[in-house]
């Protein structure tokens, strides 16, 4: 153990783990609390053993400083103990807390002074056992002693860690429910540098560390603190939500998805899919061209560009968004530009076409494909088409290709201002599966 005063924060899961470690605690301490606690169930043993192991598996997994188990009273007698503590070591857990009290047992801050100590020799059995069971030679076994707690006084504290000591143990935790520091010091002065000892000022919070830096105190664990702030924040967001009906009110307070996916550590996985999956074909993706307001709408678009006009129970841009994802083409960049801030689906991506009142949607696209490569389908944000053309454009191997609407003397375009095409072959079934070539587009064309 370090010459000088270090602190374990308490963490429950693999979240909790990895944000300790991330603000620079250079250990944990795994709390029996704690983890009961987010399981919803009461710290009496209620939560089994083995479902400890799974959790504090999951946080060894997370971090890479050493965990200091809160194991109770070993769970069992000498055997227990020892099963423990090689289940422990096979999860690269540096440390086991056990406490003299009988199975199961009751939090110490509840009744302490009724709660019954274990036998002094049958303790020492389940520290000779861990000890004789572990192989790895780092590996610590720390006794918690409760005779503070449980009322018995100094004497019995220096008693029960002498034999603790002689017994094996790695270092003594020295318990106390005052609000002061007044049993811990004088157990310390007392008892001296025999072995490293640890303290939780949980009680007597409002000691200043100096002090227990100066008593000679090896490690002082913040025992509770992350679970007892995340349930504070959980109860009031879930207030909030509840009495406004609405999840605008706690948005800005909480952490963003993408700081979940962080500490998740979804980039490390996408790193590691580049490395080791099959490398796939080059997916292709979408452009929607949705910059121009549609002036000819009218009052439609005074607040919205004309791509997102309602169309029975969804925007127009999200029907064609839709015909995209059905197809199989996740990659949906849209263009925008007037209104831009009305078109904020999460799941699509967008470029930005500032100059959108002065450029045309060739402006548009330009932009576009300066940022996107491979293969691409475009199509404007307010036409909307059958999703048997995506099958058809799938089946085209030409590097260019362009689908145009055949039924345009029927169209509501016809009159306006639109691009017309001349191609190598008039619309005919005669000549479907043929290649035809565009020869001619324009505003102003020839009927014939």
């Avoid at 074909?281 to 949705?290: N, P, S, Y």
């Avoid at 007037?338 to 548009?364: A, M, V």
């Avoid at 085209?396 to 095409?421: F, G, P």
Wanted: charged content about 25%.
């Amino acid at each position: 153990m370090s010459s000088n005063l270090e602190f374990l924060l308490e963490s429950h899961n693999g979240i909790s783990a990895k944000i300790a470690e991330e603000v620079g605690f250079k250990g944990l301490w795994a709390s029996g609390l704690a983890i009961s606690a987010q399981y919803g169930v009461r710290d009496n043993n209620e939560a089994s053993w083995t479902q400890v192991l799974e959790n504090i598996e999951f946080m060894s997994d997370a971090i890479n400083i050493p965990i200091m188990l809160d194991g109770d009273t070993g769970y069992g007698n000498f055997n227990n103990v020892r099963r423990l503590v090689k289940k422990l070591e096979q999860r690269d857990i540096s440390a086991v807390c056990i406490e003299d009290k009988l199975y199961p047992k009751t939090n110490s801050f509840i009744d302490g002074d009724k709660q019954e100590l274990a036998d002094i020799d049958e303790f020492c059995s389940r520290i000779k056992a861990g000890k004789d069971a572990q192989i790895d030679d780092d590996f610590s076994i720390i006794t918690r002693i409760e005779a503070f707690i449980a009322g018995r006084g100094l004497s019995e504290a220096l008693r029960r860690s002498e034999a603790y000591h002689r017994a094996g143990s790695d270092a003594i935790l020295i318990h106390s429910a005052r609000s002061d520091p007044s049993e811990i010091l004088a157990f310390k002065k007392e008892w001296g540098d025999t072995s490293p000892v640890i303290v939780v000022p949980t009680k007597y919070y409002s000691t200043p560390t100096q002090v227990l830096d100066e008593a000679g105190f090896s490690i002082a664990i913040w025992a509770n603190h992350m679970i007892r702030s995340s349930i504070k924040a959980m109860q009031e967001s879930a207030k909030q939500i509840y009495e406004s009906s609405s999840i605008l009110t706690v948005e800005g307070e909480i952490a963003s998805v993408k700081e979940v996916f962080r500490l998740q550590g979804v980039s490390e996985l996408k790193e590691a899919e580049e490395n080791y999956l099959p490398k796939k074909e080059i997916a292709t993706k979408a452009i929607i061209l949705a910059a121009s307001r549609g002036e000819a709408m009218g009052s439609l678009t005074d607040n919205q560009p004309k791509a997102m006009i309602p169309l029975k129970d969804k925007s127009i841009l999200e029907h064609i968004s839709d015909t995209y994802r059905n197809h199989g083409i996740n990659k949906i960049h849209v263009v925008r530009g007037y209104k831009k801030e009305s078109i904020n689906f999460p799941e699509l991506n967008y470029i930005d076409n500032d100059d959108h009142e002065t450029t045309s949607e060739l402006s548009s696209f330009q932009k576009a494909i300066d940022q996107i490569s491979g293969d691409i389908i475009c199509s404007f944000g307010d036409v909307l088409f059958k999703p048997y053309l995506l099958q058809l454009l799938d089946e085209c191997e030409d590097d260019l290709v362009i689908v145009i609407d055949t039924q345009w003397k029927d169209s509501v375009n016809k009159d306006r201002a639109a691009d017309y095409v001349n191609c190598s072959q008039p619309h005919s079934r005669a000549n479907y599966g043929d290649s035809i070539f565009l020869e001619s587009a324009g505003e102003n064309l020839g009927e014939d």
